[in-house]
């Protein structure tokens, strides 16, 4: 299956890197604080590119004009070094036997501090130009975001575990590089913006029948109720209902184009 020959070179590379980094010394939470600030980095060049098309220029133009530049793809590439550091301090707190309750504290807790400088930068983009609907969007993305981590953390108050739901945040990253590369920022503000919320509501419901003494199946393969083996979003990493769904979110970023000039919110205000 793609997903699962993805995952295992994945690993095979992120665990020969760890092994490098560690004889070098370096700390999962070295790893962690170099992490955040290429995400910081890649923030500020965000908000200089956001809405613009390709050009080979670091020219950011005017403040309100949809100038062409090089610094949304400059911001992916700080990106994809950024989770490669993400990836790399959990290899290398396991391989060099440095992992801790604090270190865990906090890579998650950056983890947050990462999404708001993502959508911080693509909010001052578009709030520079004026335009409601892409001001107004990454506020949902990163409400939506910050929803399904806490529900996850809240219902492990209660529950044993609660990691339902198909926007966890490696693929809200990968929708993230995806739109970055593709220069498409307001597909994945839509997206961004209401999907993940689909994933909130499932760890309250599964929360809610948990706590109540119900028996919840979270594998459709493992149901005996043929409906739930067409819900393709609830199937598992590595299989192939998961691949087909996250080929629709791929699809849906790379090639349904929308204007960044549109704004149907303003518009709908009157503003």
């Known amino acids: 299956m793609i997903g699962r020959s993805i995952g295992h070179g994945f690993s095979v590379a992120r665990d020969f890197l760890a092994r490098g980094l560690v004889a070098a010394g ?28 390709l050009a080979w220029t670091l020219d950011a133009g005017a403040p309100n004009a949809y100038t062409a530049n090089a610094y ?5 590439v700080l990106l994809v070094a950024c989770c490669a550091a993400d990836m790399l301090d959990g290899a290398v707190a396991r391989i060099g036997g440095k992992g801790s309750t604090f270190g865990a504290f906090l890579d998650s807790t950056l983890d947050r501090f990462s999404d708001f400088a993502i959508y911080l930068g693509i909010a001052f983009y578009f709030v520079c130009r004026g335009n409601v609907t892409y001001t107004l969007l990454p506020m949902g993305a990163i409400f939506a975001g910050l929803m399904i981590s806490y529900t996850r953390a809240r219902a492990e108050d209660l529950i044993d575990h609660c990691t339902v739901g198909y926007w966890q945040r490696g693929e809200r990253m990968a929708a993230i590089l995806i739109a970055i590369f593709a220069h498409n920022i307001p597909a994945l503000l839509w997206q961004q913006a209401l999907l993940p919320m689909l994933t909130v509501w499932a760890r309250i419901d599964y929360t809610r029948r948990v706590a109540g003494g119900g028996k919840v199946v979270l594998d459709p393969r493992e149901s005996p109720r043929p409906l739930d083996r ?4 609830r199937y598992p990493r590595m299989t192939v209902p998961y691949d087909l769904v996250t080929a629709v979110n791929i699809g849906w970023l ?3 184009r929308i204007d960044p000039v549109a704004d149907p919110l303003g518009k709908l205000l009157g503003v």
């Open 26 to 53: 370096v700390t999962p939470n070295m790893l962690t604080l170099a992490g955040l600030a290429l995400t910081i980095a890649a923030g500020a060049c965000i908000a200089l590119g956001a809405g613009g098309k």
């Open 72 to 76: 949304l793809l400059l911001a992916g």
């Open 230 to 233: 067409l819900k393709l979003w």
């Open 254 to 256: 790379i090639f349904v």
